[in-house]
Each structure stands twice: as structure tokens, then as C-alpha cells.
């Protein structure tokens, strides 16, 4: 099923995302945990696209397996990273074979996420041109990303949404916005995304806090702002685990209220191939 129609049923679409292990006990672990959350039926799962283009088969391998093995609704992620035009449509042949229909197109990182990045040989610069030669070529439903506190390179966030309106104009039919702390910037990105004649829907992206350093780590890579209250709360208790993940766990189910509340369409959980965490949310949701 396209994704743009399960936004179109009215109901709140879950999704769930994952990457793909480099090792068997990997598979092995990430096997059990996409069992633990079937129960709680996704509308989909998506699968990301390793730093320079490094899980390509992998990407390709689980997205069929979710899809045609265990039935449940599956996105691949797609990068230009290291990859000519050519490359790029042998991915997307494989994925057309193996009934994928639905894809998150993006740029990347420059390898090791620093210095700018450079276009690979005869490939796309921006996530908007891989969506410009994917959508007259396929069928797929492509999804971009969004980024409610900026994209680390913009200059301004008024930058940023012109290009964010540019990969819809290309043919992005929903987004998925980086992981965010404060609702505010969600709320206030859909408002000036609508403002700008952004119709697509806008999935709020969630990452849980299960581990303090990982999570300074990650937001020190993508430029999201830990709210000063929540790392007072969690510095207190570094030293216990599972105080740490008991004060994610709050944190989150309390901006997924909110977010579905102030009319988000869903939400797209970060889940870091973990079960226990987003589990605990949706079933604070569901209550
Ligand atoms: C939901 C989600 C999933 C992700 N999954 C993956 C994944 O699986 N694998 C992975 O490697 N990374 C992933 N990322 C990270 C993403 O690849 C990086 O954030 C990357 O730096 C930008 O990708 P993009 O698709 O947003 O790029 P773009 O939309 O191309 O934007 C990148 C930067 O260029 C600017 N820009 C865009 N178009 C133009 C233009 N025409 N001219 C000048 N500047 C322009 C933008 O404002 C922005 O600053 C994901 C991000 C999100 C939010």
C-alpha cells in the first residue's frame, strides 16, 4: 500500500524505523524486536539507507523481508551518496521487483558527516533531484525529509522550507521530520510550511531517550536542541539506566500526546531497532 493512502484513511499512521545490522546476531536481535512490535500494528515500517550508500544490499534485503515475508508495510530509505545515476536506478529496479512502493528520498551525509557535500559522478546534488528523476521513471509514493529546527547547513530556516517546498514541488507526497524535543518547533514548522503552500503531510519524527551520551551524540550530529529542564532531569540520574529510559519514556508519550492532540497526522518512532522503548509509549497512547 502507497503511503500518501494510508494518511488518506484519516487514521493515525504509526511507523516504526529500523537499520539494518551488520552482523547475524544483528539480524537475529532486530528479527525479535520487529516480532515484539507487530503486535502492535504498525501502519508501516522503514528501513534506513547506510552512510555512503554502505547497506545498500542489506537496506533491500529487509525491506523484502517486512514486506513479503512477515506482510507488513514496509519504506526504503535512499541517499545520493555514492552513487551515479546508474547505481541509482539498479536500487530502484530491485526495489520495484521485490514490490516495495514506497520510498524516503534524501540526500545524505558527506561521508563522516563533515565538509560539504559533493555530488557523486553523474549523480543528485539535492534530495529534490533524486525525487525529480525517480517520480516520471516509477510508480513509487516518495516521502523527503523535514527538519523543524533547520537543516544544520541552512543558512536560515526561511532557506531551509523553500527547499523542503522544492522536494514536494519534485514530487515528495509526505515528510518525515528529524527527531525534536519540543513541540514547539514541530507546530511551528507545520505553520509556516502550510503557510508556504506545503499541503503534504507531516509526520513527526520521535526519538526516545534511552541513553543520555548516545542521545547528546546524535543531536550534536543533526543540530536538534535537548530542552535545558529534560537534560537537568536526565543528568541527574545518568548513573541509572533505568531512570534514564523511565524519563525518555515520559518525555516522549507526553509529546506524542501533544503532537496528536495539536493534529499531527502520526508518528514516525526513531526506535534504534529497540523494542521495550516505543512499546511503553504506544501502549501510554492507547490507554
Ligand atoms: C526522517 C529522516 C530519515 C533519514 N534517513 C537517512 C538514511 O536512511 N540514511 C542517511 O544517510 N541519512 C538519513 N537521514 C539524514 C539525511 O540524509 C541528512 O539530514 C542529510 O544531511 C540531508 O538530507 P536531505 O534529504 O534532507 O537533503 P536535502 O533536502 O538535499 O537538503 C540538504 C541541505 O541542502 C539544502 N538544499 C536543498 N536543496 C537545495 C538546493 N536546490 N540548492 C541549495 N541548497 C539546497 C537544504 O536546505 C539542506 O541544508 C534522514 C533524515 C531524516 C529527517
Redesign the pocket.
Known sequence: MKIRDLFKTGAKVFSF?F?PPKTEEGVAALSQTIEDLRTLRPSFVSV????GGSTRDRTIDLVDRIKNRLGIEAMA?L?C?GAGREEIVQVLDRLKTAGIENI??????PPNGRGP?IPPAGGF?????LIAFIRPRYDFCLG????PEG????KSLE??LA??K??VEAGAEFL???MFFDNRFYFDFVARARAAGIAVPILP?IMPVTNLDQIKRFTEL?GAKIPASLLERLEKVREDPEAVRQIGVEHAAAQCRDLLAGGAPGI?FYTLNRSTATRRILQRLRQ
Open positions: 524505523e537499520f534506513t539507507y547506510g552512510a530509505h541517499t551518496v524516503l528520498a534524501l540526500r545524505g551525509d557535500f546534488a539535492h534530495a529534490s533531484d523527503g525529509a523535514a527538519y537543516h544544520l547547513e541552512s532557506e531551509d527547499y523542503t522544492r522536494k518525515i521530520t528529524q519524527g543533526c514516525h
